[in-house]
């Protein structure tokens, strides 16, 4: 299994060159048809790889012999709509009724995977040199404070991108904000296009010449003037790969550039052509999203730099640290892959950040073993389990209602004890998505069977509340989101 469709045909083709054995692909990026006779050839044992997304672990296989998760601390795997689940949690379960070996590949290990291993209930092993016996990155640490950006990036990193790409080498500029520029303002009455639905503001989209909301995919035309106060003086805030891509050529005339995000790609077959490009070298800079920091291989590239990272440092999620000290690890990994030396390069205004310090001089290892002890300490998975339960409404009156009921009928229970914590109702992270407001609560309890109980008894009387039938309401176990 993989995270991302993305990463299927290099992985086919690694699989095709290395074993004499018919190997399937299941995604949906499929047709039905294409999916129905991969699902029939596992099923009839005429496919002896099956590789794919999350979706694929529901594959039946005439005899399955060991499941491999590649990436496994990738957040992709998390089904985050309709039915939650996490794929990779499933596929242990799966592997122990089968009773097969499974294997959970990861350079960044998820910290509930390492505390696993803590208790005994994994094996580690470790792949003590990189790909290819490749050498470590060099890392570099930019300040901006002070500094005068140009198409933001640092005179610093673009007197090394050019010694990077004279010597006839890519270049990766990791910006995960995609679109032209993450909001658009009235310079006279600094009045901010917002989406109505989602009380977020809109992203502009200049090739496209309209705003989209990133939270419901509504969209809308750019305005030729202010609705609050009449002006036609409207500006783009803040940078988005697209404007990136625009605003980076001049600076480097001559040079092929090549956009990848979720923008560049959303027709079928666009990513492929476009690695396809970076593989033939017709692209010198790659511009992308967190697209280009899942498992890529480019042996060309010798400098990869991170624009902009320190909204990641100061979140109120508390699994923020994690991702991003997976993301500089894994976005790191893509420069020196082939023998040439590779270089990272990371802007911030916070170079003294304690999670930049232990990244950049102890590394990942060291950083989650930090990460695990400061958890353990605050009794947070997954030292202990966490349950939320989210309703939305239209009103933004149901909902609270609801899952106030919810809560005391959860506190009356018999299974209930003094080690479960419950938080709200609050309001969510993201207070209001699609035109529905969201509020929720979140059960915490240090044994995750007793919390199991606890929702199960619940469940069965949740109909029963007044509130239940207004509302629209999703259980969420072991969240990743707020």
């Known amino acids: 299994m993989v995270p991302e469709i993305g990463l299927t045909p290099q992985t086919i083709a690694r699989f095709r060159e290395r074993f004499n054995a018919p190997v399937e692909v299941l995604h949906s990026g499929l047709n039905d048809s294409e999916r129905l006779s991969a699902w029939l050839k596992a099923k009839n044992g005429e496919a002896a790889i099956v590789i794919g997304t999350r979706s694929s672990l529901f594959t039946p296989f005439k005899n399955l012999g060991v499941i491999v998760i590649d990436e496994e601390h990738d957040s992709s795997y998390k089904q985050q709509e309709g039915w939650r689940y996490h794929a990779r949690d499933l596929a242990v379960y799966r592997a122990h009724s089968e009773q097969i070996p499974i294997i959970l590949g990861s350079a960044t290990p998820a910290l509930e995977t390492l505390c696993n291993v803590r208790q005994k209930k994994y094996r580690m092993l470790r792949l003590t040199r990189r790909a290819g016996n490749a050498r470590p990155a060099l890392q570099h640490v930019l300040d901006l404070k002070g500094q005068r950006l140009q198409a933001g990036l640092a005179p610093a990193l673009i007197a090394r991108m050019r010694q990077h790409l004279q010597a006839d080498n890519q270049v990766i500029l990791f910006l995960n904000r995609r679109g032209f520029a993450p909001a658009l303002l009235c310079h006279d009455c600094g009045w901010i296009a917002e989406c109505p639905r989602c009380d977020h503001y809109y992203t502009l989209h200049q090739a496209q010449h309209h705003l989209r909301c990133h939270h419901c995919d509504s969209q809308r035309p750019v305005p030729r003037q202010c609705p609050s106060c009449g002006s036609t003086h409207m500006l783009p805030v803040g940078l988005g790969t697209e404007q990136l891509e625009q605003v980076l050529a001049p600076f480097f005339p001559g040079v092929p550039i090549s956009r990848i995000d979720r923008d560049t790609t959303s027709r079928k077959g666009a990513l492929e052509q476009h690695l396809a490009e970076v593989h033939r070298g017709g692209a010198r800079i790659l511009i992308?999203?967190?697209?280009?920091?899942?498992?890529?291989?480019?042996?060309?590239?010798?400098?990869?730099?991170?624009?902009?990272?320190?909204?990641?440092?100061?979140?109120?999620?508390?699994?923020?640290?994690?991702?991003?000290?997976?993301?500089?690890?894994?976005?790191?990994?893509?420069?020196?892959?082939?023998?040439?030396?590779?270089?990272?390069?990371?802007?911030?205004?916070?170079?003294?950040?304690?999670?930049?310090?232990?990244?950049?001089?102890?590394?990942?290892?060291?950083?989650?073993?930090?990460?695990?002890?400061?958890?353990?300490?605050?009794?947070?998975?997954?030292?202990?389990?966490?349950?939320?339960?989210?309703?939305?409404?239209?009103?933004?009156?149901?909902?609270?209602?609801?899952?106030?009921?919810?809560?005391?009928?959860?506190?009356?229970?018999?299974?209930?004890?003094?080690?479960?914590?419950?938080?709200?109702?609050?309001?969510?992270?993201?207070?209001?998505?699609?035109?529905?407001?969201?509020?929720?609560?979140?059960?915490?309890?240090?044994?995750?069977?007793?919390?199991?109980?606890?929702?199960?008894?619940?469940?069965?009387?949740?109909?029963?509340?007044?509130?239940?039938?207004?509302?629209?309401?999703?259980?969420?176990?072991?969240?990743?989101?707020?």
Not at 305 to 323: H, I, P, Q, T
Not at 374 to 395: G, K
Not at 399 to 406: C, H, I, S, Y
């Open 288 to 482: 992308g999203t967190q697209m280009l920091a899942k498992g890529h291989h480019f042996p060309d590239v010798t400098l990869v730099a991170l624009l902009d990272v320190d909204g990641a440092l100061f979140s109120a999620d508390f699994r923020s640290a994690e991702r991003f000290a997976q993301l500089y690890t894994q976005v790191s990994g893509r420069a020196g892959r082939a023998g040439k030396q590779g270089e990272v390069v990371l802007q911030t205004h916070h170079p003294e950040h304690p999670l930049l310090q232990t990244l950049l001089y102890k590394g990942y290892d060291a950083f989650a073993e930090q990460a695990l002890a400061e958890r353990q300490t605050l009794q947070l998975p997954p030292w202990t389990s966490h349950v939320i339960i989210r309703a939305e409404d239209h009103n933004n009156q149901q909902a609270p209602v609801f899952l106030q009921q919810l809560r005391n009928l959860i506190q009356a229970s018999p299974l209930s004890d003094d080690k479960l914590w419950i938080l709200g109702p609050v309001s969510a992270l993201a207070p209001k998505r699609g035109g529905r407001y969201r509020w929720q609560i979140l059960l915490q309890h240090p044994s995750r069977i007793r919390l199991q109980h606890i929702i199960s008894g619940t469940l069965a009387l949740i109909n029963t509340l007044p509130e239940a039938r207004k509302v629209k309401w999703v259980l969420d176990v072991d969240p990743i989101e707020g």
